[in-house]
């Protein structure tokens, strides 16, 4: 009943920029955190950045500074601004949200992922 969708995902240069975004759509009543989790082959699915209802944001330490992320809570969406991107920065990039729907039950939702690719 819930479904996230990510967009924004390409290939740049080293030095370049992308903003993701990540709408989730379907029986919500209310969202806690939400955030991004990105993956390369053979690693773990590690967090990037999150950000609460209350607005406290949590990054990856090598992405701080670079990275900004934000929401637009009317429109259930979360962002994240990459800026000055490293070839260390490419992956695919995983939207994730904490929602409560209208069952009145907390749940974990996993967007499909969107690539991002870096170029040297």
């Known amino acids: 009943q819930v479904q996230l969708v990510e967009s924004g995902g390409g290939l740049v240069q080293t030095g370049g920029s992308l903003r993701l975004s990540c709408a989730a759509s379907?029986?919500?009543?209310?969202?806690?955190?939400m955030g991004w989790y990105r993956q390369t082959p053979g690693n773990q699915r590690e967090l990037v950045a999150t950000?609460?209802?209350?607005?406290?944001?949590t990054y990856k330490d090598s992405v701080k500074g670079r990275f900004t992320v934000s929401r637009d809570n009317a429109m259930n969406t979360v962002y994240l601004q990459m800026n000055s991107l490293k070839p260390e920065d490419a992956a695919d990039y995983y939207c994730?949200?904490?929602?409560?729907?209208?069952?009145?039950?907390?749940?974990?939702?996993w967007g499909q992922g969107t690539q991002v690719t870096v170029s040297s």
């Open positions: 379907g029986s919500i009543a209310s969202i806690n955190t």
């Open positions: 950000i609460t209802s209350e607005g406290s944001t």
């Open positions: 994730y949200a904490r929602l409560m729907t209208w069952s009145l039950r907390w749940s974990d939702y």
